[in-house]
Every structure is written in C-alpha cells, then in structure tokens.
C-alpha cells in the first residue's frame, strides 16, 4: 500500500490489509485529527482497505 501523510510530507509504503481505523493505529496516528482518502473519497474507520491502494492521510484543520 502507498501512503502519504500530509502532515509530515512523507510518503510510505507499507503491507497493510484491514480497516481504515486499524491503519491508523498501525502508522500511530490519532482517527480525530486527519482525514483518510483514496482515489478522492473520504473513507470511514470502518471502511476496509488492501495493499493495492493509493492512501492520503491528511491533517484535520479547524479554527476559530
């Protein structure tokens, strides 16, 4: 799988199959503060995924 964390202006690639909130948990990433997309659509934590993907992680922005 290809992964590009926005935050850290970083690409990997890594061997992961499963859910979206099982991928974050494996790069160490908090679910409340990014975004997972691929090929442009938001995915859910719930949402599987596979090595074949293109993921984007990006970072959530909020002001005030």
């Known amino acids: 799988m290809r992964v590009f964390i926005e935050r850290e202006k970083r690409r ?5 199959s499963g859910t979206v909130s099982g991928l974050l948990k494996k790069l160490s990433l ?11 659509f938001l ?6 995924v596979s ?3 293109s993921i984007r992680i990006l ?4 002001g005030g």
């Open 59 to 62: 970072s959530v922005i909020s």
């Open 12 to 16: 990997k690639n890594i061997s992961y």
């Open 43 to 48: 995915l859910s934590s719930d949402e599987l």
């Open 51 to 53: 090595n074949r993907d």
């Open 30 to 40: 908090n679910s409340e503060t990014v975004l997972v997309v691929r090929n442009e």
